[in-house]
């Protein structure tokens, strides 16, 4: 069980710039969820996802911002035209129907 | 009200002391709070975790106490070592097996236990 798969592990966008984050949930595991950890920070709650489907989406930023959980594939993170100020660590965890939350290592975005 | 504060910031213990971390909620409908250690580079992985109907969990060297009536709860680790060096985070979620919820996090505690 390989666990919770994120890249890449590191991500430099220049400004206006697009970001794209990947996430593989642990095998049998059909909830997702992002979240962001500014430096010197705790993680922020972003976006939760199953299969297709957004459940909860109030921690994303109104706009540049999506997140989609496709039938196949992985999760992705997409932040259009990317600001110095999404500089940050983005996390993907997975759970399962019976819980299990566990983290991936993250993706440490940096724009220059 | 949906925070949750968590204090110190740093925390510096010798070896063999014990490191205590608390955490304060606001919101009643959380019924599920765990501990995640996070070492520099790594995803938040879960330590510890307890429900509200019981006000003490313990796990080898580390121990959850929790007190429903004054909203907090707060991390024990005794015969702290120099390899319990990381970030700490408390959170909340208002679902027991967190499948399906968001946690809300506290903004972290930096412990370093020197040899």
């Known amino acids: 069980n390989a666990g919770v798969m994120q890249n890449p592990r590191h991500l430099v966008r220049r400004r206006g710039q697009e970001a794209r984050l990947r996430c593989s949930p642990m095998k049998g595991h059909s909830h997702v969820y992002w979240y962001r950890q500014l430096p010197e920070e705790g993680l922020k709650f972003m976006v939760y996802?199953?299969?297709?489907?957004?459940?909860?989406e109030s921690g994303m930023p109104k706009e540049r911002f999506s997140a989609e959980f496709p039938k196949e594939g992985p999760s992705i993170l997409r932040i259009q035209q990317v600001v110095r100020g999404d500089s940050a660590a983005y996390f993907c965890a997975s759970s399962g129907s019976l819980g299990g939350y566990t983290f991936g290592s993250g993706t440490r975005l940096t724009v220059v | 009200q949906q925070q949750v504060k968590q204090s110190p910031q740093s925390l510096i213990v010798q070896k063999g002391g014990i490191s205590i971390i608390n955490c304060a909620y606001e919101n009643t409908a959380f019924d599920y709070f765990p501990w995640y250690q996070q070492f520099p580079g790594k995803g938040p992985a879960l330590l510890i975790a307890?429900?509200?109907?019981?006000s003490e969990k313990k796990e080898g060297r580390f121990t959850i106490s929790f007190n429903k009536s004054a909203k907090q709860f707060s991390l024990h680790i005794m015969d702290s070592q120099p390899g319990d060096s990381a970030t700490y985070f408390c959170a909340a979620s208002r679902s027991r097996e967190t499948s399906g919820s968001r946690l809300t996090f506290g903004e972290g505690t930096q412990l370093t236990v020197n040899p």
């Open positions: 996802l199953q299969k297709e489907n957004i459940i909860d």
């Open positions: 307890i429900r509200p109907d019981v």
